[in-house]
């Protein structure tokens, strides 16, 4: 059964850095990506990067600057870092796990429940 | 990055309609269009993908359908648990973009 799991904290500072993991079960990451996608308030989805099964990434020009994944396989364990943060990065945070093919493209089939993320003073 | 322009933003339906969401992308990305419900206080949950493949386990009354460059979302005889909001996603190039969503609500 897959599962997705995020976690980390609930409550940021402006300018401090935020570190999220996302914990995965029923498939390994050695045989399928990790993509995370921010949803502020109230509003629409928004890709952030992933990070692929040869653990390679990519990431939105948008949040690149300030934006890592990495994974600790073993673990089966993805991690987001964002740093500079920003009142307007609150929002939930998602990881999901990508589906792509030369027939489907990229799509997610597997979603975590979501940390909510408040960057406030 | 690749524009997904979806309508309409809101829709009120009655039980038993038919309603149908469009999505068009700025430029041509094939079958690489995904579909997504997300209900309040959830994550997203995928319909349908590669444009008219209905994902595992979900109900045969939602198709996805293509004509040229707009792609279409049908839920056929709304039922209460269809609303939600649903978004696209073109799974083309990289950032890969989601479209605006539209809120379902039953009338």
């Known amino acids: 059964q897959v599962q997705l799991e995020e976690s980390g904290p609930g409550l940021m500072q402006p300018s401090e850095t935020l570190s999220l993991t996302c914990t995965v079960s029923?498939?390994?990451?050695?045989?399928?990506?990790v993509g995370w996608v921010r949803q502020p308030l109230g509003k629409g989805l928004v890709w952030m990067g992933t990070?692929?099964?040869?653990?390679?990434?990519n990431y939105n020009s948008a949040v690149q600057s300030r934006l890592s994944i990495s994974r600790d396989t073993s673990k089966s364990q993805v991690f987001l870092k964002m740093n500079s943060l920003q009142p307007e990065d609150t929002g939930t945070y998602y990881c999901?796990?990508?589906?792509?093919?030369?027939?489907?493209?990229?799509?997610?089939?597997?979603w975590g429940q979501g940390v909510m993320v408040t960057v406030s003073s | 990055d690749i524009q997904m322009t979806q309508s309409p933003a809101s829709l009120s339906a009655s039980l038993e309609e038919i309603v149908t969401i469009t999505c068009q992308p700025s430029?041509?990305?094939?079958?690489?269009l995904s579909w997504y419900q997300q209900k309040p206080g959830k994550s997203p949950q995928l319909l349908i993908h590669?444009?008219?493949s209905l994902a595992d386990g979900v109900p045969s009354g939602f198709s996805g359908s293509r004509s040229g460059t707009q792609y279409s979302l049908k839920i056929n005889r709304l039922q209460v648990e269809d609303t939600g909001i649903y978004y696209c996603?073109?799974?083309?190039?990289?950032?890969?973009?989601f479209g605006a969503g539209t809120k379902l609500e039953l009338k």
């Open positions: 999901a796990r990508p589906h792509i093919n030369y027939y489907s493209g990229y799509y997610f089939d597997y």
């Open positions: 029923g498939f390994s990451l050695t045989s399928n990506g």
């Open positions: 990070i692929w099964a040869g653990g390679s990434t």
């Open positions: 430029q041509d990305i094939g079958n690489y």
């Open positions: 590669s444009a008219t």
């Open positions: 996603l073109q799974g083309y190039s990289a950032p890969y973009t």
